[in-house]
């Protein structure tokens, strides 16, 4: 079984500071993760991923995420917040078992920008 | 290359209606996928398709039927309305085989059951 928990639901930052979304995993077998970012009435578009290379994804946009197997730790970061950058965000998890391969989605995090 | 469609884009039913929501990709991708999306629940997994012919149960299937009779299309029905299923409505694709890699996303379908 595997599961994703997204610490917090909604984040609050001020233009040009640093965000930090957490996002913690479990997974009973060899895990790729991903963060994904939607934005008001589109679809989800990939953010970054990680597969069992460096443990320091980069992605799109400035954002960056490190992944921690000893803390099962997937948290993304951005060292200066733009006001683009307000939407949902999301945390998957995928491995595959004998099911074959699954995807699971955390519960969303909203970031907010304020000017 | 419009990547993943889906129609329609919103729709409003009465309970004990039926539907189907369309999704159409052109990039020749093996795997499809449902999704629901609720608030604070991320997104949950329907069904999925991992080719031409085939189809599986996901998450929560409970409600819903799918058909893959083409590699391009998936389609989602509901036989019978319920406002539990009032939601939004996500098809994704992808292309590799085994582990998944990425998603392509459509940009989803509105649906409210009265």
């Known amino acids: 079984a595997q599961s994703v928990t997204q610490l917090d639901s909604h984040v609050s930052v001020s233009e040009g500071t640093p965000v930090l979304l957490r996002c913690n995993y479990s997974?009973?077998?060899?895990?790729?993760l991903f963060w994904y970012v939607q934005h008001p009435n589109k679809g989800l578009q990939l953010l970054l991923k990680?597969?069992?290379?460096?443990?320091l994804v980069k992605g799109i946009n400035g954002f960056e995420a490190e992944f921690k197997k000893s803390e099962t730790s997937f948290h993304l970061t951005k060292p200066s917040a733009h006001m683009s950058d307000a939407a949902e965000y999301f945390c998957?998890?995928?491995?595959?078992?004998?099911?074959?391969?699954?995807?699971?989605f955390g519960g969303g995090t909203r970031l907010m920008v304020k000017p | 290359n419009a990547g993943v469609t889906q129609t329609p884009k919103f729709r409003v039913l009465k309970t004990g209606q039926s539907m189907t929501l369309l999704c159409a990709q052109d990039?020749?991708?093996?795997?499809m996928y449902w999704y629901r999306q609720d608030p604070g629940m991320g997104l949950r997994l329907i069904h999925y398709?991992?080719?031409?012919?085939?189809?599986a149960k996901g998450e929560v299937p409970d409600g819903y039927n799918v058909s893959r009779l083409k590699k391009q299309n998936f389609l989602l029905g509901l036989e019978s309305a319920a406002p539990s299923q009032t939601s939004v409505y996500f098809c994704?694709?992808?292309?590799?085989?085994?582990?998944?890699?990425?998603?392509?996303f459509g940009s989803g379908t509105q649906l409210s059951v009265l």
């Open positions: 994704a694709s992808s292309y590799q085989r085994g582990r998944v890699e990425k998603l392509f």
């Open positions: 997974s009973s077998y060899s895990p790729s």
């Open positions: 990680y597969t069992s290379a460096a443990t």
């Open positions: 998957v998890v995928s491995a595959i078992n004998n099911a074959g391969n699954m995807l699971t």
């Open positions: 990039m020749n991708h093996e795997y």
């Open positions: 398709s991992v080719g031409e012919g085939t189809t």
